[in-house]
């Protein structure tokens, strides 16, 4: 393999955008796909775990999520799960859950990747998968999203991707070609990221956090700056001026947008960033702490503390689960 030229490098860093890199911080993996016949009536509970996504390929459904609230969902539409809260999935009358993961136990097999339940009556069908964000880093990342997001097919977001890729995923999920299992949890991550992209261009910058700044096209830049210098000292008003906003008005309209004021926001994403450093082998804090713009180790150890709850020193053998 050639190394790139500086020149492609600066070609390649200048096209990288602000989702790929924050969704970069988040390793996924795929754990399973398969397909799931249902008839009316029928009810499906899915516990706390895994996030789940679910394409609609034929008939209708009612997902419930864990504060009770009900979404309709229709054929071709997509539904992504992605904080593993628990949810309910049913015919929208049937009061009776069935356990999925009990159903699960019970039916799928490495041959026979098939969920079916259900009274025999009105059909549907779907194609499903269940995967983790592994984001021991990054946990806002995730915690910000919504526990439903809905890709309806009338928005016209889907444009036939979903369906292909469910396919192509059952398809190596069922013939087990070599290299099956990296190839699904590849086009899951091609799944999950379509998904979260869909999702930002139907909320135009809506109650979406982070991801739906990205759709506004001032804070947008002040983010991209944030990410492009992140050990620099920005200030509102640095931030403010490549918005092209007033001090107060970018202010407001970050914090709105993001849901974090914004040098709160600088100094979460600096923080994520010393964490990845503190656990390279042969990391120093001292010298981390420069790195990253704090002017002594002791500030930088109580901020590190703050955000992730163990000290920089820890962060090679702790993780964020361990709390």
Known sequence: MHAPSSKNAIMLASRVDLLSQILAMVSLHGEIVFTVELSQPWALRFHPGAAYFFIVLEGSLTVVNDKGHALQVATGDLIMLPRGLGHGLSDGECATEADLAALMAAQVTAEKLNVSHGGGGQQTKLIAGAFRFESASVPWLVSALPSVIHIPKASGETAG???GLGYFMMKEAQEVY???SI???RLIDVLVISILRSWVRIERGGNVGWLGALGDARISRSLKAIHDEPYRRWTVLDL???AGLSRSG???RFTALVKEAPLSYHSRWRLTLALGLMRQPDAKVGSVARQVGYDSE????????AQFGFAPMNAKSTTLQDR
């Open 240 to 242: 403010a001026r490549v």
């Open 250 to 252: 970018f202010a407001a």
């Open 298 to 305: 002791a500030a930088f150890s109580r901020a590190f503390k």
């Open 178 to 180: 070599p290299g099956a």
């Open 161 to 163: 991707w979903a369906e």
């Open 183 to 185: 190839m699904i949890s």
